[in-house]
């Protein structure tokens, strides 16, 4: 039998955020006195436990002034188990949007909203508005269980989606922090209104015997110092990828029998994809295949785990404090020994399962109930007016109208559901008078398949740009297809400000992860069904040489793919070693095709030629940095040189090393001896 858990407190010395959740009184100072003050941001140990709250002090970078008081702004995220949002909830949060945030909502990658800009003084407003509208953003960050995802398709007629939701809803409330701080702060103590708990997910809670809760504790789970880093869980079906499923902590898959009854889940666990740039011993990584358990054991097998965790993750180092690292660490089969002592019995066998394929949703569908739903593609989630854009007020006239509830999907999209199908035209009337696109064959699919985070302006760990920068990014890759031939064709892309992943480019077919100011890691061969990790190609692109480093790539997958295969398959059945012999190629033949005078009788080649289409370029992967002159779109000619092999060798270990710009190295080193022959 397992002890009680023990403390975090080992030979190595807990991070300070370990100390600040331990002085908290359950997550309730130093929140409960500052936000009675009259001041415009939180102290950090503030800061840290406000997150367990929902919330995130953020400040806007744009507005930053040398010597003058950062602009500081809350971001609030609700928690939505399943990404469901009651119409009165939505109606509540449009409206929030408008009377303390930035007039937006921002449907997230985890299934849930956000609201960005809301002052300190309002901050306690608005969540008590959320939690009486049905909604809550209690856990929605912080060191806990986050949101819980399922599938966001609402089927009628496929009992293994209704199982899916229904266990993302129990283990949510399973795994809800008790700490009676968050309607203390935000409610002055009254509870909310909501439906009577389960009874087998509060028996579940309340069990013992194997070292998964506490009897003293206030939060019999999560103890004193709740879990060491984020804690994921989702709950989908066979063959659904719709959640990013091999991305989570923990994922139970629902089994059924021939009949549609439950029978049980399959556990997946460890998957994870935040990393730190230079830091190999972070890293991304897919979750294992760990058991399978009878639909009488999924909270025990689920407590088993998340104690495990709690127990044994790394609270020293919290860049090390995922269940990834441990699982990592151990190995598969030293974690499943610990889970089962916590477990109480032996593991049983991971069941087959079918593969899996990506999902969006969007379009009409019909539910299997005579009713409708519609997936409407939302850019990178952002839900706002612009210009002759009016999607925010085409979906609250629709809410209101037709009194629909809503499932937020993984993707960052919308469903509309429950909807009668003689109220189809009107809201498809309603859509097309705000300049709504719901007709899926007028939206690129290389948009549609897209996913950027918000980063700069508001995120504090974003390096460069994301959300603001990833439609102009689609534009010149879908030019670059258009170029070499590959009209029809789309893959999967996604963009981060940082690399620890909100937008999961590390499960894209091409990735760009931030990694410093306009510039960008490129991973590529992740699979089209998000199953198959990434593999970083580039460890720093600028924003400028997206042409010049695709290009090539683009050409070798339109003449050596298989019949039918994706980009993403292309790049991983292909390899990187092939890709970049071939991108040199191209480069050296592409110059040299665009020379107008060349001397190369000294082993060098030197170019005269002025090109207006030819990518702008500061380095390459292959055997030489440009050749020919390009003129901006400031129409500014950058006239180029190339080197010897050995000389470009060394200047890219220089450039590396010294974290420069290769033009800048070579300017800097022309300059001085062009000086020294003047003097």
């Known amino acids: ?101 930035n007039h937006t909502l921002r449907a997230t990658t985890r299934q849930g909203f956000q609201l960005h800009g809301i002052l300190k003084k309002n901050l306690k407003a608005a ?18 269980n986050r949101n819980v995802m399922a599938p966001p398709a609402p089927f009628k007629n496929k009992s293994e989606y209704e199982y899916a939701w229904e266990y993302a809803d129990r283990i949510a409330h399973l795994l809800a922090p008790q700490t009676g701080a968050y309607y203390e702060i935000w409610l002055d103590g009254e509870m909310a209104l909501s439906a009577e708990e389960n009874p087998e997910v509060k028996a579940a809670r309340e069990k013992n015997g194997t070292g998964t809760i506490f009897h003293d504790k206030e939060e019999p789970i999560y103890g004193t110092y709740y879990m060491p880093r984020k804690f994921k869980v989702c709950v989908t079906v066979p063959g659904d990828n719709s959640i990013d499923l091999y991305s989570q902590d923990l994922t139970l898959v629902v089994i059924t029998n021939s009949e549609g009854e439950l029978e049980g889940f399959n556990i997946f666990a460890g998957g994870g994809l935040g990393r730190t740039h230079n830091k190999e011993e972070t890293f991304a990584r897919l979750a294992d295949p760990i058991c399978y358990v009878d639909k009488e054991d999924a909270y025990e097998i689920v407590k088993a785990i998340v104690a495990t965790q709690r127990d044994y993750g790394d609270r020293t180092d919290r860049r090390h404090a995922r269940l990834k690292y441990l ?19 032996p593991l049983q066998a991971f069941k087959p399962l079918p593969e899996f394929q990506y999902y969006d949703f969007l379009g009409w569908n019909e539910q299997g109930d005579g009713k409708l739903f519609l997936g409407i593609s939302i850019d990178n989630g952002r839900i706002k007016d612009e210009g002759n854009f009016q999607l925010k007020t085409a979906l609250r006239e629709i809410v209101e109208q037709f009194n629909l509830p809503i499932r937020l999907t993984p993707h960052q ?18 859509l097309s008078r705000y300049g709504v696109v719901f007709d899926l064959e007028k939206i690129d699919p290389i ?9 700069l302006p508001t995120c504090g760990l974003a390096v460069t740009e994301s959300e603001r920068v990833i439609p ?69 692109m600028h ?51 665009s020379d107008d005078i060349t001397d190369d009788s000294d082993g060098l080649v030197e170019t005269m030629a002025d090109s207006t289409t030819a990518p702008i370029t500061e380095e390459s992967d292959g055997q030489v940095v440009a050749i020919a002159n390009t003129t901006t779109a400031a129409n500014k000619t950058r006239r180029r040189i190339t080197l010897h092999e050995e000389v470009y060798t060394q200047l890219k270990e220089v450039s590396q090393s010294q974290g420069k710009p290769m033009t800048h190295l070579v300017n800097e080193a022309l300059s001085e001896y062009l000086k020294n022959l003047q003097q």
Request: with cysteine; proline share 5%; net charge negative.
């Open 543 to 593: 924003v400028n040489d997206l042409e010049t480093q695709l290009e090539p790539i683009f050409v070798y997958f339109k003449q050596q793919r298989q019949a039918e295969e994706k980009f993403g398959d292309f790049c991983d059945r292909v390899g990187f070693d092939a890709i970049r012999e071939f991108a040199a190629k191209y480069e050296s033949e592409t110059a040299m095709k």
């Open 447 to 455: 948009v549609r398949y897209s996913m950027a985070c918000p980063a």
């Open 472 to 540: 102009e990014i689609l534009d010149r890759i879908r030019t670059l297809l258009n170029k070499s031939g590959l009209q029809n064709e789309h893959f999967v892309v996604r963009m981060t400000g940082c690399p620890n992943g909100c937008a999961r480019p590390y499960m894209a077919e091409v990735g760009f992860v931030g990694s410093a100011p306009e510039s960008y890691q490129v991973w590529l061969g992740g699979s089209p069904n998000q199953t198959r990790l990434a593999v970083p190609y580039m460890e720093r």
């Open 127 to 144: 969540i008590a508005s959320i939690i009486q509208s049905m909604g809550s953003t209690l856990g929605a960050c912080g060191d806990l």
């Open 413 to 430: 999209n919308v469903i509309l559901y429950d909807i009668q199908p003689e109220h189809k035209q009107a809201i498809q009337d309603i």
């Open 327 to 345: 699982i990592n660490d151990w190995g598969v089969d030293k974690f499943q020994s610990m889970v089962e002592k916590y477990f109480g019995k």
């Open 1 to 101: 039998m397992v002890k009680s858990a023990p403390s975090p407190t080992t030979s190595r010395k807990p991070s300070k955020v370990e100390a600040i959740k331990e002085r908290s009184n359950s997550l309730r100072e130093p929140v409960a006195t500052e936000i009675l003050q009259d001041t415009t941001h939180f102290s950090e140990d503030a800061v840290q436990i406000l997150k367990f709250h929902g919330s995130y002090q953020q400040d806007n970078r744009d507005n930053r002034v040398k010597g003058q008081e950062k602009d500081y702004q809350f971001m609030l995220r609700t928690r939505n188990p399943g990404g469901f949002v009651p119409p009165e909830l939505y109606l509540a949060l449009d409206k929030l949007a408008d009377e303390h945030g």
